[in-house]
Structure formats: C-alpha cells, structure tokens
C-alpha cells in the first residue's frame, strides 16, 4: 500500500461545479496534513492545512479523519483557474514529508 | 524578489557526467530540502538539511550528495548521471523541520541526461 493515495484522475468538470478530492494515508501516526496546488510545469504551492475539525478557506474546504486516515478537499463554484493537480501532503513524525501522486483537475467552459 | 531559487533551470548532459544544482533561499528559513519529481509526476523527498545538519536522507544513491555551506544554501552534486536520473529537481524550504510548516519551492531543475 501507498504512503500517500490518491485518485489521479483527471476529473472534467464545467465552471461552476462542486468537486471533491480524497486522500489515504497509512501511518496513523502522520502528525500534520495539506493540500499543494501544482500547475503544469510550475512549482508545487500551498493551497490550505487540514486541521482535525476542518477548515475552510473561500471555495476550498478541507477536512481531516483521523480514525479513517483519510483526507478530503471539496472546491465549490469551480473557477477555470482553478485547473491544476492537487497534492495530498503528510507530514510524518522524524520529519519525513510525504506527497501523494496528485489529482489533476480540468475545468471547462 | 524571488524567495526560493534555483539555477539551473535546465540541464542537458550526457551518461555518465557530473553536474551540480544549486539552490538559494532568502526567506530565513532553517530547513531545506531537495524533491525529484520523475516522468509520472510523483514527488519524492531525497534529503532534508536542519541548520547545514543532515536530517533525512531518503534511500537516495550515493551518487547523489547534497552539501549545505550555510542555511540559505543548499546544493545537489550528482556523480555519473544515469538516464534515470532525468526528472525535475526542486528545493524547498520551511520555517523549521517538521510538521506544521508550509515549504516554499524553488521553480525546479529539469534535468535530461542522454
């Protein structure tokens, strides 16, 4: 099993749309989670921290499920902007960051 | 102003050939990093660096050594390129080692070794 899974995709959705992303993670003992937004050819940049009780940013909401080991990032109103790959990330005790292979989104006009 | 860079930004070399990344933060930040990123566009950490301290080191050949003079630098030399060690380089940086915070990255190296 994968440190880090995650559905690669691609998912095609029209602007406006709700879209939501899963992660699991197998060490139950990762201490701190994000998402990284990378666009093609470009660095990967951070979109949000999960936090246990979820969070929310604009769009973005991002929960966190311990006991499932699971992550999820929900977009809502899908922008065209927002076309990239979303990196699962894990931060694993002795310091050891782990990336999922990402998700990459489309979306369309 | 740029936080993270790196220089290269490309790199074409042959089997075989030594070749160097450099990478240079001017954020502050304690702790660096070096990702490879291969042709399936996944990101593996190969080594972290705590105040010019090795802090991981992730299974990488030891054709690969990283040396950091001081906290803002950390460099990559790689011995004998093989055509597998064609990928994106990125460095990165964060605040401290460890969980909670964000690291920035620098553009990436693409290396093509042929």
């Known amino acids: 099993r994968k440190e880090v899974e995650q559905d690669p995709g691609p998912f095609n959705v029209p602007e406006g749309a709700t879209v939501a992303f899963n992660c699991t993670y197998s060490n139950s003992a990762s201490q701190s989670f994000f998402w990284y937004r990378q666009d093609c050819r470009k660095e990967p940049k951070l979109l949000m921290s999960v936090y246990s009780s979820g969070n929310e940013d604009g769009r973005f909401t991002a929960q966190l499920n311990r006991a499932s080991q699971y992550i999820s990032l929900l977009i809502r109103d899908s922008k065209l902007s927002d076309s990239a790959t979303y990196l699962c990330v894990v931060n694993e005790r002795g310091f050891k960051t782990i990336f999922g292979a990402g998700t990459r989104l489309f979306v369309k006009a | 102003d740029t936080a993270v860079s790196q220089t290269p930004k490309y790199l074409v070399t042959q089997m075989g050939n030594d070749k160097s990344i450099k990478c240079e933060q001017n954020?502050?930040?304690?702790?660096m990093y070096w990702y490879k990123q291969d042709s399936k566009k996944f990101l593996k950490i190969m080594f972290s660096?705590?105040?010019?301290?090795?802090?991981i080191n992730e299974t990488v050949p030891n054709r690969f050594s990283p040396k950091s003079p001081d906290k803002a630098h950390l460099n990559l030399h790689i011995n004998s390129l093989e055509l597998g060690d064609s990928a994106v380089y990125f460095c990165?940086?964060?605040?401290?080692?460890?969980?909670?915070?964000?690291?920035?990255f620098g553009p990436g190296t693409r290396l093509t070794v042929t």
């Open positions: 990165a940086s964060s605040q401290s080692p460890g969980t909670s915070y964000e690291q920035y």
């Open positions: 954020l502050g930040h304690d702790t």
């Open positions: 660096y705590n105040n010019k301290e090795l802090i």
